[in-house]
């Protein structure tokens, strides 16, 4: 297959080493990344900093006040929640619960889910997220599917946390508890859940540095689409 544009979706849980390996991917390819999850904690960031319950209704009723929009500068996505950068706010480990819940609403996603389709539009990207290989982008030319132990991905989530000073309150047993919690919830929602797409190519990256993870989709991505240069 030849393309001009083609677009790699990789899916999977948190931890599991995603954004790293996804940005880092689209940097060595010279695409656009697209993190899916940082819009579902950005909206999950509005109704916590303002005090109000995430429920149906309160979507239903507050979901025009949000101002979603992604910057893409050097390679990063700029995440601005009505006119102000939350891209280090959205990961707290309580928006990152709070997204969750926020995923599983059907309007949250119909809205996220065809920006995110925008963005790409005519375009080459490396788009990451729990659904972007069975829901966003169903005939993606390239699907990989992460896993990890769940010891490594709590590891690896908490020593985020700790780059970003926030793991004053919170130890790798919690992060493990609410990773399991999330999971849970990200698997089993009714809208879009958390699923290894039939023609997903599952690798695990329990035992990989970034650089290893991003060879191997790259190799599997040559044999996928032609003329790749990389």
């Keep these: 297959m030849n393309k001009n544009n083609y677009i790699i979706a990789i899916d999977g849980g948190a931890g599991v080493g995603k954004t790293s390996i996804s940005k880092e991917l689209a940097k060595r390819l010279n695409i656009i990344y697209i993190d899916t999850g940082a819009m579902y904690r950005a909206v999950a960031l509005y109704f916590l900093i303002n005090d109000i319950q995430i429920t149906d209704e309160n979507i239903q009723k507050y979901i025009n006040n949000i101002d979603l929009d992604i910057k893409i500068e050097n390679g990063n996505n700029i995440i601005i929640l009505n006119n102000k950068d939350v891209t280090n706010s959205i990961r707290d480990e309580n928006v990152s619960m709070a997204a969750s819940l926020i995923s599983k609403s059907k309007i949250v996603r119909d809205i996220l889910v065809d920006k995110q389709r925008n963005i790409a539009l005519n375009r080459s990207v490396v788009i990451e997220g729990r659904d972007t290989t069975t829901v966003v982008f169903p005939n993606a030319d390239l699907k990989i599917y992460l896993t990890a132990s ?68 790259i190799s599997l991505l040559k044999q996928k689409v032609k003329d790749i240069n990389v």
């Design 150 to 217: 769940l010891d490594v991905r709590a590891k690896r989530r908490h020593d985020d946390l700790a780059k970003l000073n926030k793991t004053s309150n919170i130890t790798i047993e919690n992060v493990k508890e609410n990773m399991i919690k999330r999971d849970e919830q990200d698997t089993t929602r009714k809208e879009s859940p958390l699923i290894v797409a039939e023609d997903a190519i599952k690798v695990d990256t329990s035992n990989n540095d970034v650089d290893k993870s991003v060879n191997i989709i």
